[in-house]
């Protein structure tokens, strides 16, 4: 029997949005529950660790994005042929989080607290980051040569990369244009069917 899936979060990208697009890259059906910042208060305490995402599994309930990316591209055979290997997924995931920390700052800014101010700054702050983190990005595609990141098949890296680079590209088009091979990359992942289908049906306010 196939699993049942669930994702809980806010009515836009910010967390939620990664686990998104992993569902949408493997084909997986889910169930998207948008929650309303006027519901929060009262689910906040039901959820694990009073945050979202968090996601129900056949009725398992599992809380943190980083580990609830691991656990989902695990089971769609996303994550590395070997233990080597994940743990290099690992460690791209984890260099590119802390050089996409000004991301949920914008959250926070224009979602919870609507500061207008708060919210350019963090902005800016992504895209001055963005050049050191392409580089060093840049540099691990092309030591692979087998054009992803880690191994010689897409992984979990490789899919959360490309939506990284995608809200670089809506905060300031054409940041990529000097980095071609991580644009073909990233371009990869976005004309995938999967991610077309779902960038065609996902309705979501820019966060
Ligand atoms: N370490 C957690 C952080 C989750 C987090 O802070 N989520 C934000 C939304 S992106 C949230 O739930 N904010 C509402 C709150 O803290 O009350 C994770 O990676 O899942």
Redesign the pocket.
Request: hydrophobic share 30%; no cysteine; proline share 14%.
């Given at each position: 029997m196939s699993s049942t899936y669930i994702l809980h979060y806010?009515d836009g990208g910010?967390?939620g949005e990664p686990i998104r697009w992993l569902f949408a890259y493997a084909g997986q059906d889910f169930v998207d529950n948008r929650i309303e910042l006027r519901e929060w208060p009262l689910m906040?305490p039901k959820t694990p660790f009073?945050?979202?995402?968090y996601v129900e599994v056949d009725g398992q309930v599992l809380?943190?994005?980083?580990t609830i990316l691991r656990f989902l591209a695990r089971r769609f055979n996303l994550y590395g042929q070997n233990p080597w290997e994940e743990a290099r997924i690992d460690e791209i995931m984890d260099f590119v989080k802390d050089r996409r920390a000004a991301y949920?700052r914008y959250?926070q800014a224009v979602f919870f607290e609507n500061q207008p101010e708060m919210a350019a700054q963090a902005k800016a702050d992504y895209i001055d980051q963005a050049p050191l983190t392409l580089k060093k990005l840049e540099e691990i595609l092309a030591a692979t040569k087998h054009g992803v990141l880690v191994g010689t098949q897409t992984s979990l890296v490789d899919i959360s990369v490309a939506y990284y680079f995608y809200t670089l590209e809506r905060f300031k088009k054409g940041i990529l244009d000097d980095y071609p091979t991580l644009r073909d990359h990233g371009s990869k992942i976005w004309n995938s069917d999967g991610i077309q289908k779902w960038l065609r049906k996902r309705n979501l306010s820019f966060w």
């Open positions: 806010f910010g967390r906040k009073g945050t979202l995402p809380g943190e994005l980083g949920p959250v």
